[in-house]
């Protein structure tokens, strides 16, 4: 079986009367996530990690923030082209292993809605998607409320 892992990390800022999207939920919140496309920290971590295993580069070289077409555009898309490409690479994900810095809004009743999702793009099993949410102990900017981000694990086997 040949294995290939990869890590992918991203970081937005935050602020005021923007939707917060979250692993491919919008999550109930005052404050969002700014970006050139929707922003969801955790999906953009996650294409890193499966276009870094396949050695594809990453978010950034397939879908620039400097390409209009991208502006707003909903980052499960992005998942789902990213994994178009690792699957044209003859790779299949096994499992996702990552972890969302965010002070509040707790995270941790839509992680479940989050795995659904993910699970679905990625032709997984939702059990195959680990999320954890924690916070940074009001430290830096992530504890400030300023900031969020994402660090996302994945392994994929040849198809």
Known sequence: MNLRIGFGVDVHRLGEGLPLMVGGV?????????????????????????????????????????????KGIDSKILLAESFRLVKEKGYNVVNLDCTVILERPRLNPSVPAMMETIAGILKIESDCVSIKATTHEQVDSFGEGQAIKAYAVCLLNRA
């Open 26 to 70: 919008e999550i109930p919140s005052t404050i969002g996530a700014i970006g050139h496309s929707d922003a969801d920290v955790l999906l953009h971590a996650i294409c890193d990690a499966i276009l870094g295993a396949a050695n594809l580069r990453d978010i950034g070289y397939h879908f620039s923030d400097k390409d209009p077409k991208y």
